[in-house]
């Protein structure tokens, strides 16, 4: 990847060089996180600001600096905002900790049973595999038919941020029908 032109074409809005940036720096800026969280969701949700937020403010990148620690510094910087903001709401709830967990149905529904012959249930198989928040932009964006922004208003998320997340659930979706048996 030629990255001073992905870069140039990223911040003219190019689509296809975000798709490139994340590609190339996603395990990068992922891995940090993983090593500072110790959690995979995190680690995940984290990743996914910082490219929705690295994209949205491209155009204040300075080429003097490496993009990567750009990525990085942004990330870092993320995961201490979540780290107040987890101080701050125990703070409020004082020890209330209630969790809830939501399991996902592995069980085919009615629909995917009819149509297990042809090539959707496949991948609604495949879709079924992703995680929740994944699913959730997938089924919005192509079986919903929901543009960006509605997708941002239905989830209450930055627009940027769907985008990103739509991007990596169809990479994931994509190596996913790949590796299929």
């Not at 020890?95 to 249930?121: F, R, T, Y």
């Not at 699913?135 to 997708?151: G, H, K, P």
């Amino acid at each position: 990847m030629n990255l001073p032109e992905t870069l140039k074409n990223a911040k003219s809005g190019s689509q296809i060089a975000y798709s490139k940036l994340l590609d190339y720096f996603w395990n990068d800026v992922y891995g940090f996180q993983l090593i500072r969280t110790q959690n995979e969701n995190d680690a995940e949700d984290i990743t996914v600001q910082t490219f929705s937020k690295a994209f949205d403010k491209i155009n204040t990148y300075n080429d003097d600096y490496e993009f990567k620690t750009w990525l990085i510094t942004i990330s870092k910087n993320i995961h201490i905002d979540l780290i107040r903001k987890r101080k701050r709401n125990i703070l409020e709830t004082s020890g209330s900790n209630d969790v809830i967990k939501k399991i996902l149905d592995d069980a085919p529904s009615v629909e995917d049973q009819l149509i297990i012959e042809q090539n959707l249930a496949t991948l609604l198989l495949h879709i079924k595999k992703l995680k929740p928040h994944y699913q959730a932009v997938i089924n919005l964006r192509y079986f919903n038919e929901l543009s960006y922004a509605d997708i941002a208003k239905e989830l209450n998320e930055p627009m940027n941020n769907v985008k990103v997340k739509l991007l990596r659930a169809k990479k994931l979706l994509a190596e996913s029908l790949k590796h299929k048996n």
